[in-house]
T-cell receptor
């Protein structure tokens, strides 16, 4: 089915461990985004990629890095996980920034727990 | 900067009751406005949108009207169903926007 695929769906990490969250879309969208969702905080933008080859910081980038591997894939890396990074992470895509008025397509999320 | 404020929940209703979830925004110019819905254990889905003042977005019996004069985009439904139980997010993207900005979400629980 067309859409945004995130892996893994669940992950438990120990403090200090590293991991990469994967995201891929098959809609030929230009723009991709990473958000985190925390209780009572809504969704906050971590990083985004307006087009292949570009990435920019969002509202809460500290502790994360991203890679836009190609047009389809946009990964999020935690180099040294901290308990404050326990959250649900969502990847999303859109045709482009200019076409964002048509809405985003979201993946089903990765639930990450850091102990 | 741009921001979205929506009513805090949870909102608890009986089936067939009328629903209103308030949303107001702060933005320069003319943002586009959205409502997203998140069912338990799932990602967000676009429910409806409006891209200019006085536009009405509608979908699945839900409606919201873009009110520039009151900077509001309240979500309404005339008769809710148990299946409408979910978290609802109001969001905007500015004219020169980078990405969607979300409110904190409102949990709706409908009982039969």
């Amino acid at each position: 089915n067309a859409g945004v695929t995130q892996t893994p769906k669940f992950q438990v990490l120990k403090t200090g461990q590293s991991m990469t969250l994967q995201c891929a879309q098959d809609m030929n969208h230009n723009s991709m985004y990473w958000y985190r969702q925390d209780p009572g905080m809504g969704l906050r933008l971590i990083y985004y990629s307006a087009s292949e080859g570009t990435t920019d910081k969002g509202e809460v980038p500290n502790g994360y890095n991203v890679s836009r591997l190609n047009k389809r894939e946009f990964s999020l890396r935690l180099e040294s996980a901290a308990p404050s990074q326990t959250s649900v992470y969502f990847c999303a895509s859109s045709e482009s920034k200019a076409e964002a008025n048509y809405g985003y397509t979201f993946g089903s999320g990765t639930r990450l727990t850091v102990v | 900067g741009n921001s979205v404020t929506q009513m805090e929940g949870p909102v608890t209703l009986s089936e067939e009751a009328f629903l209103t979830i308030n949303c107001t925004y702060t933005a320069t110019g003319y943002p586009s406005l959205f409502w997203y819905v998140q069912y338990p254990g799932e990602g967000l889905q676009l429910l409806l949108k409006a891209t200019k003042a006085d536009d009405k977005g509608s979908n699945k019996g839900f409606e919201a009207t873009y009110r520039k004069e009151t900077t509001s985009f309240h979500l309404e439904k005339g008769s809710v169903q148990v299946s409408d139980s979910a978290v609802y997010f109001c969001a905007l993207i500015g004219q020169a926007g980078t990405a969607l900005i979300f409110g904190k979400g409102t949990t709706l629980s409908v009982s039969s």
